[in-house]
């Protein structure tokens, strides 16, 4: 009898203290994370982010980690214009290239996770157009197709079209403000020197800039294209032919370019994948707290209920592989999309100085 009334006591004392530990974590202050997103995540991320607020999940200290996200473009951290202070900063930042972090070279980033979400750049647009300038589908769509086409008056007539269809109309978005716009300046520089390491070299040779400057003459309006060159294209070929866009956006376009005709998608060769890494912002005013709530953010981004989520925005997984059960990919593959493509040929970034020399030279010619 005094043996189980001292075990019920024990177990009375524990329950107390568990409710008590309980209301002390409830009633620690949330620590607010704000992580700088790449835009081309955001479809996934949202509700990602929901969820983990929703778990409640806790720092060693005992506080709950609440994150906020902030849609941010890559080159408005890194192109110079000082876009984040020691006092006015996130406490995360995934870019769309690795190469972005190391273009921020003085903001104090450490990497968490090298990746957690992959989509490459791919050509798109109406097969019907497109078969012309390749014949049919004996060729590929690539830059020198292009290149091609957008050395020639630009009128389809005269590239083997009909009359009615008017002249080239190419999309893609702005490449000093976009990192898709970007890419594909920097993956038209790699096709046209058969060189997918670029330097300065490359991205300054006259021929090549005189080759991409026709191609901008085919662009309907960067800002009507905006920042997903797919939607615009999506449209239907009164607004663009075909362009370049993340496979992602593509695929979250696909159904509604199959209404305005047959879509057909291209791999570049060389590519750019954006692998959209995580970093951490980490310097003398960084707290141990808001280590640990980037780091478990970071663990639940690339934990496997959020990644087997990805397909569904377009988005790659980290690891895992696609297969005919991502319905949102091995849908699109009747018009060109590859469940495990080859991309081993990637784009290698330049040095930033030679970066912001292309760049400076694209916005003297860009409209």
């Known amino acids: 009898m005094k043996r189980g009334t001292i075990v019920l006591g024990i177990f009375i004392l524990v329950?107390?203290?568990?409710?008590a530990a309980s209301q002390i974590v409830q009633n620690q202050p949330p620590i607010t994370i704000t992580v700088a997103v790449s835009p081309l995540l955001e479809s996934w991320m949202r509700p990602t982010v929901s969820e983990f607020n929703a778990q409640n999940r806790i720092t060693a200290s005992g506080r709950r980690v609440s994150v906020t996200v902030q849609l941010t473009e890559d080159l408005d951290v890194w192109s110079g214009n000082n876009f984040w202070t020691s006092t006015n900063h996130p406490d995360a930042w995934i870019p769309a290239a690795s190469f972005s972090i190391g273009y921020a070279r003085n903001m104090p980033f450490i990497e968490v996770k090298p990746s957690v979400a992959k989509t490459p750049l791919i050509w798109g647009g109406y097969a019907e157009r497109i078969n012309v300038i390749t014949d049919g589908s004996a060729n590929p769509l690539n830059w020198d197709a292009v290149f091609t086409a957008a050395a020639s008056d630009q009128n389809w007539q005269t590239l083997g079209g009909q009359s009615n269809w008017g002249f080239l109309k190419i999309a893609f978005p702005r490449a000093d403000d976009n990192i898709v716009g970007l890419a594909a300046l920097l993956t038209a520089a790699a096709d046209f020197s058969d060189q997918a390491r670029l330097t300065g070299v490359q991205l300054s040779n006259s021929a090549y800039r005189d080759a991409f400057s026709q191609v901008l003459g085919a662009?309907?309006?960067?800002?009507?294209i905006g920042g997903n060159a797919a939607g615009f294209v999506a449209r239907g070929v009164s607004s663009a032919d075909f362009g370049l866009a993340a496979e992602s956006q593509w695929l979250q376009s696909v159904q509604g370019m199959a209404r305005m005709g047959t879509p057909r998608?291209?791999?570049p060769d060389p590519t750019v994948m954006f692998e959209f890494p995580l970093?951490?912002?980490?310097?003398?005013?960084?707290t141990e707290d808001q280590r640990q709530a980037v780091n478990l953010f970071a663990d639940w981004l690339t934990g496997n209920a959020q990644q087997i989520q990805l397909p569904q925005a377009g988005l790659r997984p980290v690891e895992r592989l696609i297969t005919d059960e991502d319905r949102v990919f091995a849908d699109a593959q009747t018009y060109g999309i590859v469940l495990v493509p080859d991309l081993a040929n990637v784009v290698s970034a330049p040095t930033l100085n030679d970066l912001r020399g292309l760049l400076s030279w694209f916005q003297s010619v860009a409209r």
Request: proline share 5%; no cysteine.
């Open 265 to 267: 998608f291209e791999y």
């Open 15 to 19: 329950v107390i203290g568990l409710i």
């Open 279 to 286: 970093a951490r912002w980490d310097d003398s005013s960084t």
């Open 219 to 224: 662009i309907p309006s960067f800002n009507s």
